[in-house]
T-cell receptor
Framework: GAVVSQHPSRVICKSGTSVKIECRSLDFQATTMFWYRQFPKKSLMLMAT?????????EQGVEKDKFLINHASLTLSTLTVTSAHPEDSSFYIC??????????????FGPGTRLLVL | SQQGEEDPQALSIQEGENATMNCSYK?????LQWYRQNSGRGLVHLILIRSNEREKHSGRLRVTLDTSKKSSSLLITASRAADTASYFCATRVTSGSRLTFGEGTQLTVNP
């Protein structure tokens, strides 16, 4: 099946710094990538949807200046948490759709990135 | 708003037993998908069932869909300790729309 990787798997940073998380589709082209946030023992909350080469579409309540998303190529999307604060600590998961593949309805998920802001 | 609600929130069984998880949703859907998430990891796609399908099988997994009741169930037969994980249902209203996740069921299979 299709593979999505994320880097880093976990990161600890100081309050006020910015953190970049990379999401890559390893063996398929992802025209659409999704970024989710998950709190402990909770479901996934969609933050934004990004299409290659265009601006991301953010969900209501998600600050676009806080969570910068770039989808510059068909295999890479990045999420930058700017001026991170302790309340940004969470598990961030990316996902990608292979619209050209046999399983177009399936979203493939990365392993997640655990962010801890001190 | 959350489309899916899952029942039960937590389920603990013995190895070898069957596990049944239910998912209810509110609007008409194009398809419903089940995912598994091991603790601290990403989601793994298990099975997709379309709105015109009533039942699908994949190995030890059996998924049913009742569109009149807006509900789906996931049955894991002959459970193993390795099946311990959170299970989420997710719906798509149309083929191009986003996935909306339920709250999940935490399954614990005791050896």
């Amino acid at each position: 099946g299709a593979v999505v990787s994320q880097h880093p798997s976990r990161v600890i940073c100081k309050s006020g710094t910015s953190v970049k998380i990379e999401c890559r589709s390893l063996d398929f082209q992802a025209t659409t990538m999704f970024w989710y946030r998950q709190f402990p023992k909770k479901s996934l909350m969609l933050m934004a949807t990004s299409n290659e080469g265009s601006k991301a579409t953010y969900e209501q309540g998600v600050e676009k200046d806080k969570f910068l998303i770039n989808h510059a190529s068909l295999t890479l999307s990045t999420l930058t948490v700017t001026s991170a604060h302790p309340e940004d600590s969470s598990f961030y998961i990316c996902s990608a759709r292979d619209l050209a593949g046999a399983y177009q309805e399936t979203q493939y998920f990365g392993p997640g990135t655990r962010l801890l802001v001190l | 708003s959350q489309q899916g609600e899952e029942d039960p929130q937590a389920l603990s069984i013995q190895e070898g037993e069957n596990a049944t998880m239910n998912c209810s949703y509110k609007t008409s859907i194009n398809n419903l998908q089940w995912y598994r998430q091991n603790s601290g990891r990403g989601l793994v796609h298990l099975i997709l069932i379309r709105s015109n399908e009533r039942e699908k099988h994949s190995g030890r997994l059996r998924v049913t869909l009742d569109t009149s009741k807006k509900s789906s169930s996931l049955l894991i037969t002959a459970s193993r300790a390795a099946d311990t994980a959170s299970y989420f249902c997710a719906t798509r209203v149309t083929s191009g729309s986003r996935l909306t996740f339920g709250e999940g069921t935490q399954l614990t299979v005791n050896p």
